[in-house]
């Protein structure tokens, strides 16, 4: 069965672009987290889907953070217009169940220069 | 909110030997513990999980304790291998009620020399 996977692996943008990152869950896992990683800090958690619908954004910067999920597939990720503290590591999990153990992909490196 | 403390953050130990990593947290509403290892360019994996209604669990060389009443759980680590090196992630999540994310703690990278 192939895991939750992310693309890109890595992306540099300058200051004020715009960056979009995917995520695939694993398949028949209704339940899609965001988390990012900021350099020497803990994974903190974005937000939650439940197929298409948004059950959770309270984790959401602000609204320079736009996420999707139609379909209730694979969800998308755009931060626009990128400022530098967006750097980081962001991950994408993906679980069966409500109270399912959480399965991580690799994450998107992001560079905002 | 949620806030998980992980100790140490750095952790050096010699093959064959023991590791051990403490997480404390705020919320006693949380009743489900993960402990996540990352090696590098890799996303978090999964280790061992436990549940507020359970003191202690076993996989192999690897355990997790957990007091409620003062709020912390420990990874334990024996016989450690250098294929043990790797960042470590304590997390919790509290009752359904307040959302299913994890709270992470800031992370334990764990070196193990031959």
């Known amino acids: 069965e192939a895991g939750v996977t992310q693309f890109p692996s890595h992306s540099v943008i300058e200051k004020g672009q715009t960056v979009t990152l995917r995520c695939d869950p694993i398949?028949?896992?209704?339940?899609l987290y965001w988390y990012r990683r900021v350099m020497g800090k803990e994974i903190k958690f974005l937000l939650h889907f439940v197929k298409e619908s948004k059950q959770d954004e309270s984790g959401m910067p602000n609204n320079r953070f736009l996420a999707e999920r139609t379909g209730g597939t694979y969800s998308t990720l755009k931060v626009q217009p990128a400022e530098l503290e967006d750097s980081g590591v962001y991950f994408c999990?993906?679980?069966?169940?409500?109270?399912?153990?959480?399965?991580f992909g690799p994450g998107t490196r992001l560079l905002v220069l | 909110g949620e806030n998980v403390e992980q100790h140490p953050s750095t952790l050096s130990v010699q093959e064959g030997d023991s590791a051990v990593i403490k997480c404390t947290y705020s919320?006693?509403?949380?009743?489900?513990f993960p402990w996540y290892k990352q090696e590098l360019g890799k996303g978090p994996q999964l280790i061992i999980d436990i549940r507020s209604n359970v003191g202690e669990k076993k996989d192999q060389r690897i355990a997790v304790t957990l007091n409620k009443t003062a709020k912390h759980f420990s990874l334990h680590i024996t016989e450690t291998q250098p294929e043990d090196s790797a960042v470590y992630f304590c997390?919790?999540?509290?009752?359904?009620?307040?959302?299913?994310?994890?709270?992470f703690g800031k992370g334990t990278s764990l070196l193990v020399t031959p």
């Open positions: 919320d006693s509403a949380s009743n489900y």
């Open positions: 398949s028949g896992h209704d339940n």
């Open positions: 999990a993906s679980s069966q169940r409500l109270e399912g153990t959480q399965y």
């Open positions: 997390a919790a999540r509290a009752h359904s009620n307040s959302g299913y994310a994890l709270n």
